[in-house]
């Protein structure tokens, strides 16, 4: 894929610098990508959203995109990492 970079995706620090691209995500792809870390599939997230599952096809690619990872497992981690870490008040992935 063009845009995706290469090479292994996480280490602590990329982790982070991830979570801070969060801010980058429109709202719907937000509400997309925290439905990711449950394993939904495409069809299931529309269902839940009210939208195509086309257009949760376009959100993922966007949200891949938008968050430099090499994939939807990838993207899905750092969901996993941003709702447990904002449950528990942790700053450092509070996105503004």
Known sequence: MSGIP???CFTGPQ????????DRL???ER???VLL?????NREIAGRLGITER??????TSIIAKLEVCSRVRAAVIAFAFIHDSAAGC???KVQ
Request: glycine share 10%.
């Open 55 to 60: 257009t949760v096809k376009a959100h993922v």
């Open 31 to 33: 509400e997309v990508l």
């Open 37 to 41: 870390p449950s394993g939904a599939a």
């Open 6 to 8: 290469d090479g292994p």
């Open 15 to 22: 982790l982070l610098s991830q979570l801070q691209r969060l």
């Open 26 to 28: 429109t709202g719907r």
């Open 91 to 93: 700053a450092c992935t």
